[in-house]
């Protein structure tokens, strides 16, 4: 199975249109060890011929420009892609707004659980992908799902989704309930196994996570490799640069760094290959040269970035 980062950072990408905190600065100016990243997404390939990408992120057009495997053959139809499915774990702006890319009569399917299917069809801009061709199916939470084509054949994946802590989509909470979740729900944010038959192998995509529970530390046992949220390196780092005034588990990440941050949590846990992505423009570890980069890594953990490849 190969597995392939297309986009790296947390929404609003890095650097971010209108920051100018010194990380985005510094990547602006092309800085030695502070890589510019996009948005949050993956494409996996397991069968040497159908790519599924894990969520579509607003950058979706640059990282298929960027990425070879994703565009079509040369001895392709006229219109074709190599792309079979997109798989959702939530409907953040940054995870789905790339969808509205993927118009032009494609025919691909989407993936997403019924909180982020409903989502998709109270929003009706998504009909501009046209239902005949672009199938969606449910993803059922602690069931896996074969991922097949619009026309019905296996891809070689299959995914299991299951809940994590998390927050419903910011353009999607209620102040109403701001004391319990801002009308979160179960299926608002998942993780997701994804298992390759003939690599007998499973890596685990959670791009959005609050919090490390005992059931995410089970099934994490013994993972080829994990690809975990990133967004923040300590809670409080967005108020303390200055860029705005929530903390990381307001907007329903959990940060890596200190004694109950997801480095510590999933410390005793026996994962192959560890690796942050959904990194947000304050992380600091976005400039390999810092001191949090290094300790991240002396931990175990890599930095993910765009195009970063992972056989398994
Ligand atoms: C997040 O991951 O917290 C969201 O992508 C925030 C957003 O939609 O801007
Ligand atoms: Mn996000």
Redesign the pocket.
Known sequence: MRLKILGSA???GFPQWNCNFDLSRAARKGVEGVKPRTQSSLAACANGTDWIIFNASPDIREQIASTPELQPAEDAPLRSTPISAIVLTNA???HIAGLLSLRERQAFVIYATRRVLEVLEQNSIFNVLDRSLVVRRELVLNEPTSILSSHGASTGLTVEAFAVPGKV??FLEDPAYADTGFGTKTGDTIGLRIWSEAAQAAAFYVP?CAAVDGDLKQRLHEANCLLFDG?VYTDGEMIDSGVGPKTGQR???LHISGPDGSAAALADVDIARRIYV?INNTNPILDERSLEAAWVRETGWEVGYDGMEIAL
């Open positions: 947390a929404g609003g953040d702006v940054d989509a910011l959005g967004t907007m329903g990440h959904h």
